[in-house]
């Protein structure tokens, strides 16, 4: 029986997110081997994907106690209790849900990392300078046995940016549940027509160019709003950056769970993905199984994932994504053009071979 253990990491800072949802799919898959077992580095969270796990710290009386106490107390003590799991050594593989290296000098088991992309290391104008993370990332990467690449250009950017040896890289796409029905779970009150945004809305996500472009849309048609998902809510800045445009009436933020999201996805018009730069991209799975058209800026990644299933843009030009907003508005047969092609790229990217793939690479690696 071969034994993973994954920390806690993202399920300590992530209640929802793409991060923690991929490991929390791994440890689903595991459940139903013969040949693997799986270790939780987690007391408590409040992450969604692992609400079902037996967690110590899940039981009625000690909910009531963590409901007193800040993240940061949950996250020191999750960190305990993974330095004494690695202590305590019973596990065959460590495979570390984020890039803190806080295991140095303790692991003696073979490590696995995942990288999911090279953003910082590719754009640091858009980071502070402080940050921890890109340090940690090398220093994950180069204590690594092996890496997981979750795509061809983020394979590309780690063997262009560091010293890792190909021969350590493994890449494996991130896959969807192409067997399990999507569930819809309607959201009253939505706008007859929008353009649905996902995520985080900082920096190099391209949230403003967006928004500029959008402006010339709605100066012609104010029918057509905007829907924003996740990333939490709007800012200070962001709100009256929308004023200043006065966008604030057709621009709404929703916080959506999983099933809300899918709905979000069927009924809009266009999935509008304007980052400068990913390592994959979930959301473009997740709009192609909820028969959403996708418009996505034109960087490596997208072409690599959607290749002609989605429309590009230069992300760079407001012109032209003003122009492709347009373009697809209001020519119906392309989108759904756009929504049939998606459906069939789709298939490549089934969860199930994206979990086999992992569990073979732990396999390989003892």
Known sequence: MIKIFYDHQKFSTQKYGGISRYFASLIGDIKHQDEFEYILGVLYSDNQYIKNEPLRFQNSIAQKLMKFRDGQYKYLLNSKYCEYLLKNNKFDIFHPTYYDPYFLGKLKRKLVTTVHDMTYERLPEYFWSGDQLTLQKRISMENADKIIAISETTKNDILSLTDIKEERIEVIYHGIDLDTPSI???????PDQYLLFVGDRSGYKNFYLFMNAYKIISQKDPDIKVIITGGGGLGTGEIEFLKRLQLDSLVTHINASDSELNYLYNKALLFVYPSLYEGFGLPILEAFKARCPILLSDISCFREVADDSAA??????????????????YNKQSRMDLVTKGEEKLLKYSLTES?????NLYKELL
């Open 355 to 359: 979990m086999q793939r992992t569990l």
């Open 184 to 190: 819809y779970q309607e959201i009253k009150g939505l």
């Open 312 to 329: 590009f843009f230069d992300p760079h030009s407001l012109v032209d994504l003003s122009n492709m907003l347009e373009k697809l508005i």
